[in-house]
């Protein structure tokens, strides 16, 4: 064969090949999330699976991180880590922001609408020093669960003010319940769980509002009134697992099962929760329901939702795949069946994205008390009728301070007028150190 025909042949395969290389190669995209051994096929079989078979452009890879939170910070600072980055809400936000670490997401929220998709206060929490920042991945609100056979057995209704509370949770306690289920056991900032119900619930959320802003203090009567009755239902009253002994000792298996077999009435917790309640109620034969937490004034109110992030997905400052990873943001955004058919799974609570549900979005494959949740608590927050939760709007030291010395309160060394005062006195510093969390216009 002539040697020409031979090299033209082969420059002709060479070419062709780094042609090939080149059109069909796919962008790959990181993305880690916390690990969890039953969660993670869900999200790789209904997430990713799902995605990478839309289209031949991305290639997603989901990596499960045990300590997500310690492991993602190592590589953010040394400039590595994922193209989307996973954190549990704000306050994580806020820190790799002011690092620099972080890719302003503006121009990919106006290119594709992600401002008309989700909830307003959903996007006013991932909005920094005027730019967005932190898309919503979950929201959640605390609730309280009761046991709807028990409750229809006896008579009793949902307490609507503080008198129907307490006469309720003593009706409870002499039947030998408890009046709620709960426990610390494995994760302390439980507490703030709590405590933020009763600073919303009985101070009011514009109350809380003002304070957030800087309108008013920490330390104003209305929220030590809601620390010191949270202080007295807590340790005098024992309406949580019977005693504050009790409560320091349960962990999650514990009082998911004192709420399933009647040991108490009813269980305060968050909507990340409705998986695991739905399994533990599934081989008895009383069924739950679920109620927002009541306002605890004497004349009562509409009650209030608690807005909260779950977590949070934002683009990493040192990606090479920025508009790759908006891609992928963008596909779940306008895909509420997918995002509904992960809630209706074991995992709801860890993959709720804050979108305008309306009745016309569910199938009848959705669980009827997580549909009711999601447009109920759309429509009510649409009214106004909505909270704070500590862990979204608290910034790092306020937030911890909430939780943590909680148990010094309750131990008796501090009153709940000194608790608030060093409440105040973490805020004043960080509205001083520009450290507050984005909050929105009520």
């Known amino acids: 064969m002539n040697i020409g025909k031979i090299i033209l042949k082969l420059c002709l395969l060479i070419s062709f090949s780094f042609f090939s290389a080149n059109v069909f190669a796919k962008t790959t995209v990181t993305w880690w999330a916390e690990a969890n051994a039953d969660r993670d096929p869900v999200f790789q079989a209904k997430l990713v699976d799902v995605f990478n078979a839309s289209q031949n452009e991305i290639e997603l890879k989901m990596e499960f991180k045990e300590a ?18 996973e954190t549990p809400g704000p306050s994580y ?16 929220s106006k290119q ?17 020093d005027g730019e967005f920042y932190s898309a919503p991945k979950t929201y959640e609100t605390m609730i309280m669960l009761y046991n709807k056979t028990l409750f229809e057995e006896n008579g009793w209704s949902i307490p609507t003010n503080l008198t129907e509370y307490e006469s309720l949770a003593k009706t409870i306690q002499s039947k030998g319940m408890h009046v709620f289920s709960y426990g610390s056991t494995g994760w302390q900032p439980t507490h703030e769980h709590i405590g933020g119900m009763y600073l919303n619930s ?64 009813m269980m305060t917790i968050g909507t990340w929760t409705f998986q695991t309640t739905e399994n533990v109620f599934k081989d008895i034969s009383d069924d739950w329901e679920w109620a927002p937490f009541p ?42 069946a997918i995002v509904l058919d992960m809630a209706n799974d074991f995992n709801f609570g860890e993959f709720v994205v804050p979108l305008k549900f309306t009745e016309s979005d569910f199938g009848d494959n959705v669980n009827p008390k997580v549909k009711r949740y999601l447009l109920t608590f ?65």
């Not at 594709?112 to 920094?128: C, M």
Request: no cysteine.
């Open 68 to 85: 997500l939170n310690d492991v993602l910070r190592t590589a953010m600072i040394a400039g590595e880590g994922p193209d989307i980055v």
């Open 112 to 128: 594709y609408g992600w401002q008309d998709l989700l909830l307003p206060w959903s996007y006013s929490a991932g909005v920094f």
């Open 202 to 265: 009985y101070a009011g959320p514009d109350n809380v509002y003002k304070a957030l802003i800087g309108e008013k203090k920490w330390s104003d009567p209305e929220f030590v009134g809601a620390i010191e009755l949270l202080r007295k239902h807590m340790v005098d009253d024992g309406y949580w697992s019977g005693s504050l002994e009790n409560y320091y000792a349960l962990g999650w298996d514990d009082f998911h099962a004192q709420f399933a077999n009647r040991g108490a009435a």
């Open 93 to 108: 936000v806020k820190e790799y922001q002011e690092a620099g670490l972080l890719q302003s997401m503006e121009g990919y």
């Open 378 to 442: 759309a429509e009510e927050t649409g009214k106004g009728n909505y909270g704070y939760t500590t862990w979204t709007f608290w910034p790092s030291d306020p937030g911890v301070h909430i939780w943590k010395d909680m148990e010094v309160l309750w131990a008796g060394e501090i009153t709940s007028q000194e608790y608030m005062e060093d409440h105040e006195k973490l805020w004043k510093k960080a509205r001083k150190n520009n450290s507050l969390l984005p909050v929105g216009a009520r």
């Open 295 to 336: 306002n605890l004034t004497a004349e009562g109110g509409e009650p209030s939702y608690l807005l909260a992030l779950g977590t949070t997905l934002s683009i990493n400052g040192k990606s090479d795949n920025p508009d790759a990873a908006a891609k992928i943001m963008d596909f779940v955004f306008k895909n509420k």
